[in-house]
């Protein structure tokens, strides 16, 4: 099995999501390239198929531009309230498709043996 390191949630040197949620075009090209690989990370993971991944990656975005003005970057860190916002969107998915999750949420939520 191969190890992947761990997202880097240090604070980003200028927050993007209020300017995500000020409409600045720009800002969501800069939030697709600084967090994709974490949220794409986050959504392989837990989903058995790439398919529902990608499915979970857009639907986190979909809801960040939605709510981006919902970030605070005085009460946190940038990065982790996306990687909230992905786990919330692979929840919900996990729960509405009723597909089997990948190896990682299987040995999370399966009874001890």
Known sequence: ???????????????????????????????????????????????????????????????LWRDAARFDPDKGNEAAFVTTVARRRLADHLRRTGKPCGPLVQAVVAPPA
């Open 1 to 63: 099995m191969t190890q992947t390191a761990a997202p880097d949630l240090a604070p980003s040197p200028s927050p993007v999501l209020p300017r995500v949620a000020a409409g600045d075009p720009a800002a969501v090209s800069t939030c697709l390239d600084r967090y994709g690989p974490l949220v794409w990370s986050v959504a392989k993971r837990a989903c058995a198929s790439d398919a529902d991944a990608e499915d979970v990656t857009q639907e986190t975005f979909m809801s």
